[in-house]
């Protein structure tokens, strides 16, 4: 699972092999979805079959959905590396989220914010009519590249927006999508970033890097960014 999902998010190594590891993972999920029809666990392949066999979702829809989050868990894996390179870099920011615990559910929101989430700007919208916004013409068939990066940084949007602020309120960052494309794992990778934050500041104060900075390697030619290691001490 985990090789599909990289060679699935990763560029390296051609179209071809990024399509097919994405069909593999979709047969996978379709025959385990297929077997889970009518059941009642809690897992999410559980919870997709049972929404198939109420007729909620096709199988389609449902595997899907599962490539997704399968997908999205090592995008969390990613982004928690950058913030902990982040946290680690600027201790400050640290010290701060260990002295006021309170204040890190909004503290994770803003690094998502801040943190670059893709080495690229990400997929195509095609134009299904002739628009114009801001003065420019977009015609039907156009592919439209929209940056969340971009938008993230927006000063209209975020006051002092390369600063990371921890109070910042209302924090409207788009690092899960927005509209009907909004991450269906949103949710899952805020909580699974709290619980990182508190077992790591908490159980481990003396956490340090173990190399300089600029010696962590950062991922080449993948769709997410994200260290590929991050050497650390106590």
Avoid at 35 to 40: I, N
Avoid at 191 to 216: F, I, K, M
Wanted: charged share 25%; with cysteine.
């Amino acid at each position: 699972m985990h090789t599909w999902t990289q060679l699935i998010l990763s560029s390296a190594h051609g179209a071809e092999v990024s399509e097919k590891a994405k069909k593999e993972m979709g047969a996978y999920f379709a025959d385990l979805i297929g077997l889970r029809e009518g059941s009642t666990g809690e897992d999410v392949t559980s919870l997709l079959g049972a929404a198939v066999g109420r007729g909620e979702v096709t199988v389609e829809e449902a595997v899907g959905l599962a490539v997704l989050l399968q997908i999205g868990g090592e995008a969390v894996t990613n982004n928690s590396g950058q913030m902990f390179y982040v946290l680690l870099t600027r201790p400050e920011l640290a010290e701060r989220l260990r002295a006021e615990p309170e204040i890190r559910p909004r503290a994770v929101d803003e690094l998502l914010r801040w943190i670059p989430h893709r080495n690229a700007v990400g997929l195509s919208r095609i134009a299904l009519e002739d628009v114009e916004i801001s003065g420019v013409r977009i015609r039907e068939g156009d592919a439209i590249y929209v940056s969340y990066l971009a938008a993230n940084r927006d000063p209209d949007v975020f006051p002092d927006p390369e600063t990371i602020d921890f109070s910042r309120d209302p924090n409207p960052h788009v690092s899960f999508g927005f509209g009907p494309h909004y991450c269906p794992g949103a949710m899952l990778a805020r909580l699974e970033s709290e619980l990182l934050v508190d077992a790591l500041l908490d159980d481990v104060p003396g956490l340090r890097l173990a190399v300089p900075a600029e010696d962590v390697p950062f991922k080449k030619g993948a769709l997410i960014r994200g260290p590929e290691a991050l050497p650390v001490t106590w």
